[in-house]
């Protein structure tokens, strides 16, 4: 596989089951009536994007539409490249080397004969910790008096949605009004969700080897552990300040959600512009690195934070836990948010061209779309084509991330050996 075409093959492989699945929600028995295409695969960029915004409630699927769905946010969620990768290791054996060095800059791997464990761990992790999730989940169900038939298939399938932050539910509100164990256990599948693959296995070789005293945790980890937490408390905090028919727990659930997952506790219309907004800056922020949220990422935001901070403070570097962040990562920070505030402002344009709805509210329908969140207002199931097609691009280009885009188009990151003299220009 060649470096310069590597992601277009990602791309092509997500766009293949965005349509495969949206033909097989038009089989008959997949919809309780008439299914039209741009549904079919509105939804199913939704799913394999793993987004959960709906132009139709999911309850209006049969139980084997149901079934396709959450097979699709599975395989969205996973990644596409990464569970395609461990098929070929369980059944075809060991990569040549050419094959390994393309999935180690893929899925950035710290060392190249960790590729193969890596995508081994993720796997088993994923399975694992959405099974732990479907037993808590399915006793949550029972505790709120459904059968245990009924209690089983809703905990798998919100045990798989919440983990791969997706946020499709079979219940039309969501979950508003289920007890304190189905929400708190959505709570920590959308965390462990979003923390990102390469966290999660830094966190387990740091605990495995706890006793080396020389291995430690990754500057890495601890961008995206910290960030995490400050965003979750931003949230928790600005909700509790002006909801105040909010819970705690609710406003908790919220916040977490709103970086990645799109599940309700409450009804998102009554809240103020203000919480709107903080959500808005939630979603746009989004997930980390190789986890099964959208956004920005978390350690972009804070690369971009810290080097404000040092750009106000005269200071050209970053320094975080004695280690210097190299320049690109900065240019890259920057570059990305700025890529991204570019697409949420012409898609919001574009939105509002076609419809007359209030700007925040438009704006939050956008960046929920962008931010693969899946969080609304109820404005998705109210637009027509333009509208459904505007935000299919935007789920699209949200999961994939617009540096996948741009290097599918542009080729492979190259650098140069040539160098010019150097000019200063007037800024600000």
Known sequence: MNKNNVWSVFISTFLFLIVSGSIVLMIPGMYKGNLHYIDALFTSTSAVCVTGLVVTNTSNFTLMGQIVIITLIQLGGLGIMVLTTSLLLFLRGELDLQ????????????????????????????????????????????????????????????????????????????????????????????????????????????FKKRDNKLKRLKVHTKIVLITTACLIMFGVVILSILEHDMSLLDGFFQSVSARTAG????????????????????????????????????????????????????????LLFNREV????????????????????????????????????????????????????????KIGLAGKIILIICMFVGRIGVSALVLSLVGYEHVSNIRYPEEKVILG
């Open 99 to 206: 094959r390994r060095v393309v999935i180690t800059s893929l899925i950035d791997v710290y060392a190249l004969n960790e590729a193969e464990y890596v995508l081994r761990y993720i796997v088993l992790y994923t399975f694992f910790i959405e099974i732990i999730g479907a037993i808590f989940l399915t006793i949550g169900f029972l505790m709120d008096g459904h059968s245990l038939i009924a209690s089983i298939f809703h905990g798998v399938f919100h045990s798989v949605s919440a983990f791969c932050n997706a946020g499709f539910s079979p219940f039309d509100d969501s979950i508003i009004g289920m007890n304190w164990l189905i929400k708190v256990s959505i709570m920590l599948l959308i965390i462990f969700g979003g923390l990102g693959f390469y966290v999660i296995y830094d966190l387990h070789n740091y």
């Open 326 to 381: 190299h320049y690109t990562n900065i240019l890259k920070s920057f570059s990305i948010t700025a890529m991204y505030i570019f697409i949420l402002i012409v898609a919001t344009l574009l939105m509002l061209y076609f419809y007359n709805y209030d700007f925040m509210d438009m704006l939050f329908e956008v960046a929920s779309a962008l931010g693969t969140v899946g969080l609304s207002l109820g404005i998705t199931m």
């Open 263 to 318: 599940f309700n506790s409450v009804d998102l219309t009554k809240l103020t512009n203000i919480s709107k907004f903080a959500l808005i800056i939630l979603m746009f922020i989004g997930a980390s690195p190789g986890g099964t949220g959208g956004g920005i990422k978390t350690s972009t935001f804070a690369i971009m934070l810290l080097s404000i901070k040092n750009i106000l403070k005269g200071d050209n570097r970053i």
